[in-house]
């Protein structure tokens, strides 16, 4: 992705880490769909090395650096208002699924 550097985002020393922390517990398999999603979309782009062991690399596309905008937003929306909605649903975030 952008701003990261190659590297097995399962690895503690890799740059990347920052995107699985941030997305919270997800497994190889489902990091590599959503990736592959996102590519299909048309908001990363992939590039493999031929090196042993193999590397690739994310990155956003012009069309998936134009959601970084909203999803900041969306973010700090939440923030703002995360403890109203969580009062509402009686402190049980699971109520409204």
């Given at each position: 992705m952008s701003g990261f550097g190659p590297g097995d985002p399962f690895l503690?020393?890799?740059?990347?880490?920052l995107v699985v922390e941030l997305i919270g517990d997800i497994s190889r398999k489902m990091l590599t769909q959503t990736l592959r999603r996102l590519q299909a979309h048309g908001l990363v782009s992939h590039h493999a090395y031929a090196e042993v062991p193999p590397r690739v690399e994310y990155e956003l596309t012009p069309l998936g650096a134009t959601l970084i905008e909203p999803i900041h937003m969306l973010t700090e929306r939440g923030r703002a208002n995360g403890d109203t909605v969580l009062d509402a649903l009686g402190g049980d975030p699971e109520q409204g699924v």
């Open positions: 503690s020393d890799c740059p990347a880490r």
